[in-house]
């Protein structure tokens, strides 16, 4: 039987319930990126690793709420905080101390976060980002990487897909004011800066590049393009929303001795509820404020209804308090992960090549030569078809759930038996 066929017997709920939610909402998704052929399944619950669609079928999920649930889906730590913030309310849209305690945390874990912004999405928080490093500097270039994906921010949403050179999207105006380098190559990606030096605000990189391909980057280019941004008073913004309190407790920056002038996070800060953090220096996070300043001087970069509300405070601060508390979390689920890359290495030889760090991981089926992946480039000359093929075979017959095309995430709640029966599955896929 074929896998579509196999997928269709078990999903009859789903394709009933994704088809009445095309009528409602635009390819029957809110999230471009949530929609897989022939039809997505329709999520009813989810517990620990798993997700429970409306069919009853039970997926082992990798792809953990966009990499977010780091501790798994629905933890009994962060539920219960989060049962007892509802009893005393759900949005004040005032300073409330939940958000001072996440503060308290999050700066002492982080040590560029001098200062502190809360929003309710990554894509704010890097857009606020790009403002702020043009107040700072009176420049108006941002650079960012090819293949760099900081969400759907109309300034950052260019040279995201391959072949980079076609605008993203329509709507999206001056893009030239926003250029791109490519990754872990130092010596092109600065004599690109050299050419827009004058008016560069700043450089926007991802440590690991997640939505691109699960590629980090090199130390050395790291370094390297934090020299130049600071030499020529551009600034160093790292967007360590995957990464931040991925691999440690903490940001990666300092395991690489960087010194970035903004860093944003989001995701597993939040716990699985809505955030996005920008966060850097006093002295670059000063033009923030407003007080007393004429509209020239500041940079306005707080907003959102829902900005800091006492939910996505609680569920952040019970999350990075368990994995606080538990720091053998991080040796686990990253030792789980170097198991899973090397295992699916054993399964596919050289067809694949895999890439990734820690608790995060992706499989790249190999073709036109390529035989290394250290950039968005070479991921997306690979041969997607296969892995978007590979993906969905697990969907359909091993209740296994990665979103198709995308990387893995281990979360605190898979075991290695989990990571055992996706190589079985892996054993049986036939390209
Ligand atoms: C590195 C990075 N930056 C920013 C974003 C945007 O975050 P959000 O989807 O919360 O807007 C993402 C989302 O995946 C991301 O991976």
Redesign the pocket.
Known sequence: MSIISDYKKKTKESAKLFSLSTKFHVNGVS?NIRFFEPYPFVVKSSSGKNLVDVDDNKYTDYWMG??SLILGHGPKQVKDSLKKQIEKSWMYGTVNEQTIKLSELISKAVPVAEKIRYVT??????MYAVRLARSVTGKKIIAKIDG?????TSDLLKSVNWPFTESESSGVVNEEKIISIPFNDLEKSLEILNKVSNDLAGIII?PIL??GGCIPATEEYLKGIQEFAHKNNSLFIL????TGFRFRFGCLYPTMKLDPDIV?L??IVGGGM???VMCGKKEIMKHADTTGKKKSERSYIGGGTFSANPMSMTSGFATLTELKKSKEIYSKINSLGKFTRDELGKVFGDKVIITGQGSLFMTHFAKDGITEIVNSAQAAKCDTESLHKYHFKMIAQDGIFFLPGKLGAISNTHTKDDIKKMIIATENFQQ
């Open positions: 999230h966009h990499w999405s990554g894509t704010e928080a890097t760099g994906w900081h969400g759907y991802e997640g939505g967007d360590e929303i995957v944003t989001g995701k809505a955030i996005g």
